[in-house]
């Protein structure tokens, strides 16, 4: 091995990141596109996960990389953070558990996202790497990290001002969305239909990785209930912790529409650049469709996402139809609908403002960040 592979080789990092039901799967999988961006500049990387239903661990490993799972836990001992829940077995134990593949990983670098790990988290580790990085999009918490990533449109850096230590960077706002490669390299051809379409013919809905309450059939039994015609084609992407499929199934096989279910796709982006609308939640696929100026009716389907839908309605860049919780999405869903077939040109208006926010070059930026930071 030369002195430059020797290098390469020397580099790893160590992500600590967790899906769930609960959970979700975002986080996971932004910390997928950032493991690939980093695999690039000759890094070695280990996930640490803990085992729970919809976990992801095996999708992480089919992607290529090691996985280190932690022990199976329950139940969480502390309540002292607002998503305290997520982190099974809690703070103190969560620590110890990561501080021993710490120790034997020795890596150059550790990402977090865990809504559960804060300033508690970190204490609890005997030794930490000296470079530490924390993605976040809530800002409720104390993150000791040398460089934080949130993406959150319209995020003010000031919200973290007392939550980061002074010598921390904070890269904020959309210029610093996570993306695949993927969404930039469709942006200009999607960019190109929107200018053109007239009329909905194909609709991909996507409403998160799990969607535990299945908002994705509801959808779907709107949808056959509308106004929108018979020879739309419905493309339906669910992830591989979704726990309906079956009965999904059998609804999409009484569809007045042609539709299809693809489960856990790799080509979201081709996907979505053909589709003339998207149903889908407001969670961190929200900037995928907006870099691609995909017209969205938008789902608010967990407590953290509202801030993003906020966003993204008032700016006229997606239409908010759910929010859990709250409004019915029978009724939103078919009067967004309506007006969009009735209107096209707000279409162009919708596409417009998303792809103004997110230009799919935030990847490149949070790495050469990473790369200052080293």
């Given at each position: 091995?030369d002195?430059?592979?020797d290098?390469k ?8 990141a967790?899906?769930?039901i609960n ?15 980093l ?9 640490i ?7 992801l ?37 969560d ?21 559960g ?10 030794q930490?790497?000296?470079n ?33 230590p ?13 993306l ?10 999607s960019?190109q ?13 996507s ?9 994705t ?16 084609q ?19 096989n ?8 693809a ?25 995928e ?7 969205t009716?938008?789902?608010?389907l ?41 209107q ?14 997110v ?16």
């Open positions: 091995m002195e430059k592979s290098a080789a020397m580099k790893r990092a160590v992500i600590r967790d899906a769930g959970i979700g799967s975002g986080h996971v999988m932004r910390c997928l596109t950032l493991a690939d961006a695999v690039l500049e000759g890094f070695e990387i280990c996930f996960c803990r085992p729970q239903t919809g976990d661990i095996t999708l992480i490993s089919e992607r290529g990389y090691r996985v280190e799972a932690l022990s199976i836990q329950s139940e969480t001992p502390d309540s002292h953070l607002a998503h305290s829940a997520w982190l099974y077995g809690g703070h103190v134990l620590a110890q558990e990561t501080q021993v593949i710490i120790d034997r990983e020795q890596p150059t670098l550790l990402v977090v996202d865990h809504y790990i804060d300033q508690r988290w970190f204490d609890a580790l005997t930490c790497p000296s530490v990085i924390a993605l976040d999009d809530l800002a409720d918490r104390k993150l000791p990290c040398d460089l934080l990533v949130d993406p959150t449109v319209g995020r003010s850096i000031d919200m973290y001002k007392h939550l980061l002074a010598q921390s960077e904070a890269l904020v706002g959309a210029p610093y969305c996570l695949r490669n993927e969404f930039l390299q469709w942006r200009e051809l960019l239909r929107r200018q053109r379409v007239t009329d909905i013919e194909r609709i991909v809905v409403l998160g990785g799990v969607d535990a309450t299945n908002v059939a509801t959808v779907l039994t709107e949808l056959e209930g509308s106004n929108l015609a018979s020879g739309c419905i493309d339906i992407l669910v992830g591989s912790a979704y726990p309906h499929l079956h009965g999904l199934q059998q609804q999409v009484q569809s007045r529409f042609t539709v299809s279910v489960v856990a796709v790799t080509n979201v982006a081709e996907r979505l650049a053909h589709a003339d609308l998207a149903i889908g939640a407001a969670g961190s696929s929200a900037w469709r907006c870099c691609l100026g995909v017209p009716l938008m789902c608010v967990a407590e953290n996402q509202a801030a993003i839908a906020t966003v993204l309605k008032n700016r006229q860049a997606a239409i908010l139809v759910y929010c859990r919780g709250s409004e019915a999405v029978g009724r939103s869903l078919q009067s967004a609908l309506a007006h969009c077939i009735e096209p040109q707000y279409l162009e208006l919708l596409s417009q403002n998303a792809a103004n926010l230009d799919g070059r935030g990847t490149v930026r949070v790495i050469e960040a990473i790369k200052g930071l080293l």
